[in-house]
């Protein structure tokens, strides 16, 4: 028996062409999101590296004020008279390296 008025349907080309553009269209994607991905763990790490170098750097810089020798009157005064906290006067004095006057000066600025 001869399947004479039988036809097999072949795929079209342009149906073939779709297909293929359809899987691409996937894999690309998942290539896209697996490159998004490592540009994320990149930036998370960059973003660790200076986080600790700005913890490192603010360490430093606390050690370098605790070294600086301040006149505890001073502090007594600064805090008095321009009524404010003790520790602040401290600080402020510390980062003008002891100097009153300078410390001072940067509240009236």
């Known amino acids: 028996m001869a399947d004479e008025g039988v036809e097999v349907a072949k795929p079209d080309s342009k149906d073939l062409q779709q297909q293929s553009k359809a899987l691409d269209s996937l894999t690309d994607h998942v290539e896209d999101r697996q490159l998004d991905s490592a540009r994320v763990q990149q930036a998370m ?8 170098a700005d913890r490192n750097a603010q360490r430093l810089r606390e050690k370098e004020l ?21 520790k602040v006067a401290e600080r402020t004095l510390r980062e003008h390296k002891g100097d009153a006057v300078a410390a001072i000066r940067s509240f009236l600025k």
């Open 66 to 86: 605790a070294a600086v020798k301040i006149n505890p009157e001073d502090v007594d005064i600064i805090a008095n008279e321009l009524e404010m906290d003790k």
């Open 45 to 52: 790490a960059s973003i660790a590296a200076t986080s600790d």
